[in-house]
């Protein structure tokens, strides 16, 4: 079993910087795929980002690609989502997950959070 419990979100204007934090318990991150994905009210969930703390690897959508930044701590088993030159687009719920392969569907991955709310004024 793993606990996630995500924290950081807020409001913001549009250009400004959030950073997310997703703190695991239960399991290593070391040992799994973690991702970040987010819901938009009337949408569907949708992939953010993906690493694989272990193998080093990181991955984006391309909508946030060279604007947020994932990174994990394998000492504090956490994840973090650096969100620079934010958007109101980019304005949803923000989850993190656990998966045992390095995807981008949330089908495929095992364990959420209960999700931040990050709101981009414009």
């Known amino acids: 079993q793993v606990q996630l419990v995500e924290s950081g979100g807020g409001l913001v204007q549009a250009g400004g910087s959030l950073r997310l934090s997703c703190a695991a318990s239960?399991?290593?991150?070391?040992?799994?795929?973690m991702g970040w994905f987010r819901q938009a009210p009337g949408k569907e969930r949708e992939f953010v980002a993906v690493?694989?703390?272990?193998?080093?690897?990181?991955s984006y959508a391309e909508s946030v690609e060279g604007r947020f930044t994932i990174s994990g701590d394998n000492a504090k088993n956490t994840v973090y989502l650096q969100m620079n030159t934010l958007k109101p687009e980019d304005t949803g719920v923000y989850y993190c997950?656990?998966?045992?392969?390095?995807?981008?569907?949330?089908?495929?991955?095992?364990?959420w959070g209960q999700g931040t709310q990050v709101t981009v004024s414009s």
């Open positions: 239960g399991r290593s991150i070391s040992r799994y795929a």
């Open positions: 690493i694989s703390v272990g193998a080093g690897k990181s």
């Open positions: 997950a656990v998966s045992r392969a390095y995807l981008r569907i949330a089908t495929d991955y095992d364990y």
